[in-house]
T-cell receptor
């Protein structure tokens, strides 16, 4: 059965800390892995990773895919309270199918 | 604000009512999606339309009926729902490109959702 697993399920840190979120997957016909941030409503897109070993970076956020290990990490450095959210990992597989993991809830305390 | 617009934002309906959720995008995306999200859970895929044709139905009960009138619009018709159907319903779109080799999907762009309560 296809699945996407994220860890940890929740995390509490203080401002300025660095966090690493994990996503592993087992799907047939893998195409890409995506990271989203969800606060109160719609998930907002962060990264799309298709090739293994190539880091994508946006400000304090970065992500990398390891296709050999079937996993990805999302790093956030110098965390701020505005980073508090649920971070969702999604895998695109087969034709048009985006499947989401259960998410990691991040709480950044002042 | 997102480029995918959903209406209404909130909907309360009884179990005998018929209502519709609407979604509109003007990004020229040719794949449109309905997801259902319960509290503290990830979005669950319901339906996918690709080039206005239903391509994926994730075994959704027939009380949910999707419709894609054109490439910009997506509806979800609701009839005889149950209280457990109360959730956030998210619409999303993705560009689909047929290239030489594997098909390319752009990332999903989500609307802000319709918060549905079934009483």
């Amino acid at each position: 059965e296809d699945k996407v697993v994220q860890s940890p399920l929740s995390l509490v840190v203080h401002e300025g800390d660095t966090v690493t979120l994990n996503c592993s997957y087992e799907v047939t016909n893998f195409r890409s892995l995506l990271w989203y941030k969800q606060e109160k409503k719609a998930p907002t897109f962060l990264f799309m990773l298709t090739s293994s070993g190539i880091e994508k970076k946006s400000g304090r956020l970065s992500s990398i895919l390891d296709k050999k290990e079937l996993s990805s990490i999302l790093n956030i450095t110098a965390t701020q309270t505005g980073d508090s959210a649920i971070y969702l990992c999604a895998v695109l597989y087969n034709f048009n199918k985006f499947y989401f993991g259960s998410g990691t809830k991040l709480n950044v305390k002042p | 604000d997102t480029e995918v617009t959903q209406t209404p934002k909130h909907l309360v309906m009884g179990m005998t009512n018929k209502k519709s959720l609407k979604c509109e995008q003007h990004m020229g995306h040719r794949a449109m999606y309905w997801y259902k999200q319960k509290a503290k859970k990830p979005p669950e895929l319901m339906f996918v339309y690709s080039y206005e044709k239903l391509s994926i139905n994730e075994s959704v009960p027939s009380r949910f009926s999707p419709e894609c009138p054109n490439s910009s619009l997506l509806n979800l018709h609701l009839h005889a729902l149950q209280p457990e159907d109360s959730a956030l319903y998210l619409c999303a779109s993705s560009q689909v490109t047929f290239l030489r080799g594997p098909l390319y999907n752009s990332p999903l762009h989500f609307g802000n959702g319709t918060r549905l309560t079934v009483t």
